[in-house]
């Protein structure tokens, strides 16, 4: 009772057993009682009728016990039971069983057999040779006048016989059904074990970090619902054994970039380069770059931290639009000039007061800003636009950059995916726009964007208007 399969076939087969068993009791009783005992009764009947009737035909037999017992010899060849003959006194005249002795007048009341025109009675013993079927029918001849009264005898013994042949059918089709149904149910448990033991296999196997195949889909619809449940579950591992990898590598890569720049110039600092003040501007301004990058990177972790634990804490405020946006972009606009980009703000006077967490909105402003400056050539254009649409303020950024080639564009938003070199997204961890979308989506916002590979990109973000600007 240990094992789910031999729960499960006791609970297959044992009702099963119980509802053949109990249909085969009923099945036998309905059978003897409905249909074998009323056709045996009226088949002694008919019989006895038929006997009274040919009976008639012959008046002489009572005429005396040598002449009847001459009429039943003549007839025991071809009769079924055993025939006894009385007169209207209740005098035993003859029978075609010698062993059958009618010698007490009292045995039978003639007057129940004249009134009933039939009477059948049933003798039972201890020893079914000895239990008895009586039927008495009066005999009349031509005008309806009562002649005598004639007895068939039929020993249950071959009424048995035939219930007890009866029962062996019943009993062989019952246990054909038993054998199939138990059958059927051990398939059925051995099935259903099978699965959920691959189940638990699989699922043993992701605990102790070993390589998984995804189990076959197999069994009932719900085995076959948790079969897909798991499956998710290992491809969202291997998903995130990937991302983890990705992580590592990324975080050597771009951690090692900057630190590789810092550490030549302050070697150069310490060797006397801060001497020469042009040097010493030259080597800071690298320095402090990339330190910005190295902060940008944190900035990114940081986001990254704020996914895997499923949501952004924000710390929200009533902010003027007209008065934060374009303060936002002093760094920005100035970067983008120095590396030949030309720069448009497009910014409506009109915006209204939002309710938003200003330091993670800018990191999301700022991500899609720094991505716009990395990705445009020089003597592109970068725009950054605003305004209000219906109930909802938009942000755009849009760039005339190398644009996002059709095949990376469903990948966009991806934690980690960065695109073939030459392509948007052939540097970084791959986390900005993610986190910008995360940290929109977080201000009850979108972020939408369109892209035509060559061309240029454009991102933006929609914001819902407080409920006293409507």
């Not at 002489?60 to 003959?85: N, R």
């Not at 062993?99 to 013993?125: G, H, N």
């Not at 579950?233 to 951690?255: C, G």
């Not at 977080?442 to 060559?454: N, Q």
């Amino acid at each position: 009772m240990r094992s789910l399969r031999t729960r499960l076939l006791i609970s297959h087969s044992l009702p099963l057993l119980i509802i053949i068993f109990l249909t085969g009791f009923a099945l036998d009783y309905v059978v003897e009682t409905r249909i074998l005992l009323p056709s045996f009764a009226d088949e002694l009947t008919n019989e006895a009728r038929l006997l009274a009737e040919l009976t008639a035909l012959h008046p002489d037999i009572w005429d005396g016990t040598q002449e009847t017992q001459a009429y039943l010899d003549q007839l025991e060849p071809i009769l079924t039971p055993s025939v006894s003959i009385f007169d209207l006194q209740g005098n035993f005249l003859g029978s075609t069983d010698p062993s059958l002795k009618f010698a007490d007048p009292a045995a039978i009341r003639l007057e129940d057999v004249f009134f009933k025109d039939i009477l059948i009675q049933t003798a039972y013993s201890r020893h079914l040779k000895a239990s008895v079927v009586d039927v008495y029918i009066p005999v009349r001849d031509d005008t309806g006048s009562l002649m005598g009264v004639i007895q068939t005898t039929y020993h249950l013994e071959d009424i048995y016989g035939q219930f007890l042949a009866l029962r062996r059918v019943i009993i062989g089709v019952l246990a054909v059904g038993v054998f199939f149904g138990t059958g059927i149910a051990l398939f059925l448990a051995v099935n259903l074990s099978r699965a959920l033991r691959q189940i638990t296999e699989s699922i043993q196997q992701l605990a102790a970090g070993k390589e998984v195949a995804s189990p076959k889909e197999q069994g009932p619809e719900e085995i076959r619902d948790l079969i897909r449940t798991v499956n998710t579950l290992v491809i969202r591992l291997r998903t995130l054994e990937t991302t983890r990898r990705k992580l590592l590598a990324n975080l050597v890569h771009e951690l090692g970039r900057p630190l590789g720049a810092l550490l030549p110039a302050v070697q150069a600092l310490e060797s006397g380069a801060v001497e020469d003040r042009n040097l010493r501007q030259d080597l800071l301004a690298g320095m402090e770059d990339e330190l910005g990058t190295l902060r940008r990177l944190l900035d990114d972790l940081t986001g990254l931290y704020d996914q895997s634990v499923g949501s952004f804490v924000l710390e929200s405020k009533l902010v003027n639009l007209n008065e934060w946006l374009p303060n936002l972009f002093h760094t920005q606009r100035e970067l983008a000039r120095s590396k030949g980009v030309h720069w448009q703000s497009n910014l409506s006077d009109k915006l209204p007061m939002v309710k938003i967490d200003p330091d993670r909105l800018a990191q999301a402003i700022g991500n899609l800003v720094s991505n716009a400056i990395k990705f445009t050539h020089k003597g592109g254009t970068i725009i950054v636009e605003a305004g209000v649409q219906a109930n909802e303020v938009w942000i755009r950024v849009q760039d005339t950059g190398s644009g996002i080639p059709i095949e990376d564009q469903d990948f966009v938003f991806t934690p980690f995916f960065r695109g073939h070199a030459g392509t948007r997204f052939p540097q970084g961890m791959g986390l900005g726009l993610s986190i910008a979308r995360d940290l929109v989506a977080a201000h009850h916002g979108r972020l939408e964007f369109e892209s035509v590979p060559g061309e240029g990109s454009c991102f933006t973000i929609w914001l819902p208007k407080p409920p006293e600007e409507k």
